[in-house]
Every structure is written in structure tokens, then in C-alpha cells.
């Protein structure tokens, strides 16, 4: 069945480094959706990528689409507490027009 | 309304009491999604809704799940015989339906059954 496979689970960074979370889907996409979960919270959408190659920024935030539609990355710039979190990606399942196949979520911890 | 919202926000029940977990989506969206999510872990699909019909139904655990949409609008999971196991925050969320659209999660009910 369709998988999206997210890495990696967690990841461990000092306050002002960067951090990268990865998605690749078993098949091609016509779109990847990205979602932040604060600690305690709920998933909140960030951005939807569309085209081919596409890359888009928020502030330190920028987020890639892979030219063959099957991949997709999330990187932060110079990590701070409030980016702390669970980053998940969300693609669309291909036997319905609704419903979204979620990665399993790469967890953003700043060391003390 | 504004944004997607859970009553209550917290449940405590006791083993083997049923509970009803209500979500109000954002008017007009037609599509509204439950999610579970237990401690540290990732979103598990339980049911949706394409206005009151729910298609696919596949991710309810066991058949002590049910839910219910009416009127396009309101939905209600109901967990009859609660276990210890069902603990969890439960997550709706809800869309305008069509294809290409992000989801809006409401806050969730946390559930502990005691």
C-alpha cells in the first residue's frame, strides 16, 4: 500500500543550528502538505508544495518538493526554542480525493 | 465558527463506560477527519466524513467505535466499554473537501480511562 516514510524520528540540535526532516513517498505526488505539532498542542498546516522542484520560505523555514515528485524536505535555519516540535508531512492518498497518508513525524529537541 | 472545536476538552471515565467526543468543524467545510494520537506518537486514522456519509471507516480499532455526522456539520465518536487502551487525545479536524486543501485540527479531547 502507499507509505510515506519520514526520517528522522528524532533529532537533537543545540539552540542555532539547523535542522532537516525528510519525507519520501512510494509514489508520485501532486502535492505534499507540511504540519508543525508544538508540545501539548495540535497539528497545524504550514504549507502545501505543488510544482516540480518547487521550493518555498517562511522566514528560516524553507521547504522542497523533489523534481520527480516523490520527496520532500523541511529545513530550519538557525533553530530557536519556539521551533520546537513534532514536524510532520502529509500526502494525498491515492484511492481517494480526501484523505491525507501522514508521516510518522520527526521530533525537533533543543538541547538545554 | 472561526476555527474547529472539541468538546470537552478532557475526559476522565471509568472502564467500561461509554463516552461521546463531539467536533464542530469550520462551517462549510464538508469534509471532518477523527484522529487518535497517544502519548509521543504520530496521528492514527480513525474515520471520515464527505458530508454526513463516511466512506471509509477502516481505521476504527474494534466495533466499541462509531460516529455519526448530521446536518453536514457536527460529529460525534462515541467509544461504548471504554478500555484502559482507548486513553489517547482524540483529534478532529476538518476541510472544504476538495482535493489540495490542508486539514484544521481542533485541540483535541484528551481521554483517560481509569
Known amino acids: 500500500g502507499q507509505q510515506v516514510m519520514q526520517i528522522p524520528q528524532y533529532q537533537h540540535v543545540q539552540e542555532g543550528e539547523d535542522f532537516t526532516t525528510y519525507c519520501n513517498s512510494s509514489t508520485t505526488l501532486s502535492n505534499i502538505q507540511w504540519y508543525k505539532q508544538r508540545p501539548g498542542g495540535h497539528p497545524v498546516f504550514l504549507i502545501q508544495l505543488v510544482k516540480s522542484g518547487e521550493v518555498k520560505k517562511q522566514k528560516r523555514l524553507t521547504f522542497q518538493f523533489g523534481e520527480a515528485k516523490k520527496n520532500s524536505s523541511l529545513h530550519i535555519t538557525a533553530t530557536q526554542t519556539t521551533d520546537v516540535g513534532t514536524y510532520f508531512c502529509a500526502e494525498p492518498a491515492m484511492d481517494s480525493n480526501y484523505q491525507l497518508i501522514w508521516g510518522a513525524g520527526t521530533k525537533l529537541i533543543i538541547k538545554p | 465558527g472561526a476555527g474547529v472545536s472539541q468538546s470537552p476538552s478532557n475526559k476522565v471515565t471509568e472502564k467500561g463506560k461509554d463516552v461521546e467526543l463531539r467536533c464542530d468543524p469550520i462551517s462549510g467545510h464538508t469534509a471532518l477527519y477523527w484522529y487518535r494520537q497517544s502519548l509521543g506518537q504520530g496521528l492514527e486514522f480513525l474515520i471520515y466524513?464527505?458530508?454526513?456519509?463516511?466512506?471509509?471507516k477502516s481505521g476504527l480499532p474494534s466495533d466499541r467505535f462509531s460516529a455519526e455526522r448530521t446536518g453536514g456539520s457536527v460529529s460525534t465518536l462515541t467509544i461504548q466499554r471504554t478500555q484502559q487502551e482507548d486513553s489517547a487525545v482524540y483529534l478532529c479536524a476538518s476541510s472544504p473537501g476538495q482535493g489540495g486543501y490542508g486539514y484544521t485540527f481542533g485541540s483535541g479531547t484528551r481521554l483517560t480511562v481509569v
Open positions: 466524513f464527505q458530508g454526513n456519509s463516511a466512506p471509509d
